[in-house]
């Protein structure tokens, strides 16, 4: 299996980076690199993730919780699409 970010995604990872970063850049480096490691976990098993409905989310998706933030991916055949990426604060239902 291989992990696919969608733009928005990658927007997300990005405002993560900027965010951490305002207090370390080192500390923001790192732990991107942390959850991207922890993300990767999920071509070895990709059901570690709950079923987004059980969350209240009306998407066919699953959420891998990583530290304070919610993964929000699918996955079919050999591919998992990582959708969203999102501090647990928000309200991820209509972010979705």
């Known amino acids: 299996m291989r992990v696919k970010y969608t733009e928005q995604a990658k927007e997300d990872l990005g ?3 900027h965010y951490i970063a ?4 080192q500390k923001s480096i790192d732990y991107i690199y942390k959850l991207k ?5 999920l071509t070895f098993s990709p059901y570690m993730g709950v079923e987004c409905k059980t969350k209240g989310v009306k998407h066919d998706c699953r959420i ?3 530290d304070h933030y919610l993964v929000f991916y699918t996955f079919e ?3 998992i699409q990582i959708k969203r990426i ?8 209509g972010k979705l």
């Open 37 to 41: 490691n922890k993300i990767e976990l």
């Open 77 to 79: 055949n050999d591919l």
């Open 22 to 25: 305002q207090d370390s850049l």
């Open 86 to 93: 999102l501090h647990h604060s928000v309200n991820y239902k």
């Open 15 to 17: 405002e993560i980076i």
């Open 64 to 66: 891998m919780i990583i």
